[in-house]
């Protein structure tokens, strides 16, 4: 048999038994190594690190982030002091195991989204099971499976995730039911696993959202108690980026001056 021949053989192999780490690399390392145990060794690793990759990309896509994010794209000078502070904590992820919540507070643009993403990807690739959704979005499918008596499937799914980032806490206002569905669905996973919250608006004026005393009371309770809180206060991290792009600094926009009509 022909050595071309034996080489599609090997990449049919591969194939069908799912070696994509061994077919990508068997010829370049063949061409550097000559003795067979280390020939061996090579491809081994070749295929370990293609399957660690995959295994990645899996949770990642899994995740169902709106677009990747990396916490080393983050111009943390930039950043709000208080989330300078305690970014080298976060990035170790230790909050993941400890069950500990993270709550992010603070203007709109001021990196609260990039961070949570950032951290995310992060735990995905430290091999965490993540699930990124929209606090509005999240109660839509809370009462839609309570709709259809299908909840607690939903929320024993829910509880599976070493990591739920809820974003957007704040954007529109819930009706009893949907606070009801939330508080009782984030309560699963107090102090067992991990959620990273991000909201435009201070604790204090939660009830907004609510709009109920006595259940924003019980919710800022719960998602705060051993939680890591972060207050983002702080000009606009995403107007900042733009600027830069065009060119534009953020220090002439804040001292322009808006010029009078007539």
Not at 17 to 26: C, E, M, P, Q, V
Not at 45 to 57: P, V
Not at 96 to 121: E, F, S, V, W
Not at 184 to 200: F, G, H, V, Y
Request: charged letters at 30%.
């Amino acid at each position: 048999m022909g050595s071309e021949k034996k080489k599609q053989e090997i990449r049919e192999f591969c194939k069908l038994l799912k070696l994509r780490g061994i077919a990508d690399n068997f010829e370049d390392i063949a061409k550097e190594v000559q003795e067979p145990v280390e020939y061996l060794h090579r491809l081994l690793s070749a295929e370990l690190d293609s399957s660690e990759q995959r295994a990645i990309d899996r949770r990642i896509r899994g995740a169902h982030f709106p677009y990747r994010k990396y916490l080393a794209d983050l111009e943390v000078d930039c950043l709000p002091e208080a989330l300078q502070k305690r970014l080298p904590e976060l990035m170790k992820l230790d909050f993941i195991p400890n069950g500990q919540n993270i709550i992010l507070t603070g203007n709109p643009g001021t990196g609260k989204t990039h961070t949570a993403i950032g951290l995310g990807m992060a735990a995905c690739e430290a091999g965490y099971r993540v699930l990124y959704t929209t606090v509005p979005y999240l109660v839509t499918e809370l009462k839609e499976s309570n709709d259809q008596q299908k909840l607690r499937r939903y929320e024993r799914q829910f509880e599976r995730y070493d990591l739920v980032i809820a974003d957007e806490l704040g954007y529109i206002s819930f009706d009893r039911e949907g606070a009801d569905l939330l508080f009782s669905n984030l309560s699963l996973r107090a102090m067992t696993k991990s959620t990273i919250i991000t909201s435009n608006l201070t604790f204090d004026r939660w009830d907004e959202i609510f709009g109920d005393a006595a259940i924003t009371s019980a919710i800022v309770d719960r998602l705060t108690y051993k939680a890591i809180l972060v207050d983002m206060e702080g000009d606009s991290y995403r107007l900042r980026e733009t600027l830069k792009e065009n060119g534009e600094t953020f220090e002439y926009i804040k001292k322009a001056k808006p010029k009078k009509a007539g």
